[in-house]
């Protein structure tokens, strides 16, 4: 299941990330830039607003099969922010 999510509180405020890992608590997030896959933001669920519509070319961007994620993510990032 693809999962972004827009930050609603912090210096991060309105900052929008790709929810790779959950557990009771928190979100473990990652934008591809700054906070890479390898070692995810951790986020209280509280400080974040789930994004519910996301757009299908997101969807198949982040459905594909690549060796880089993060540059992946990044890219399913850039093309919600442009759509």
Same mark, same amino acid.
């Given at each position: 299941?693809?999962?972004?999510?827009?930050?609603?509180?912090?210096?991060?405020?309105?900052?929008? =990330? =790709?929810?790779?890992?959950?557990?009771?608590?928190?979100?473990?997030?990652?934008?591809?830039?700054?906070?890479?896959?390898?070692?995810?933001?951790?986020?209280?669920?509280?400080?974040?607003?789930?994004?519910?519509?996301?757009?299908?070319?997101?969807?198949?961007?982040?459905?594909?099969?690549?060796?880089?994620?993060?540059?992946?993510?990044?890219?399913?990032?850039?093309?919600?922010?442009?759509?």
């Amino acid at each position: 299941m693809i999962r972004l999510a827009r930050s609603k509180a912090g210096h991060d405020t309105g900052k929008v =990330y =790709y929810i790779c890992k959950e557990d009771d608590n928190y979100y473990y997030l990652t934008d591809g830039y700054l906070k890479k896959i390898e070692h995810p933001k951790k986020k209280k669920k509280k400080h974040l607003q789930l994004i519910t519509q996301i757009p299908q070319k997101v969807v198949d961007i982040l459905s594909e099969d690549v060796q880089d994620e993060n540059a992946q993510i990044r890219k399913a990032l850039k093309a919600y922010q442009d759509r």
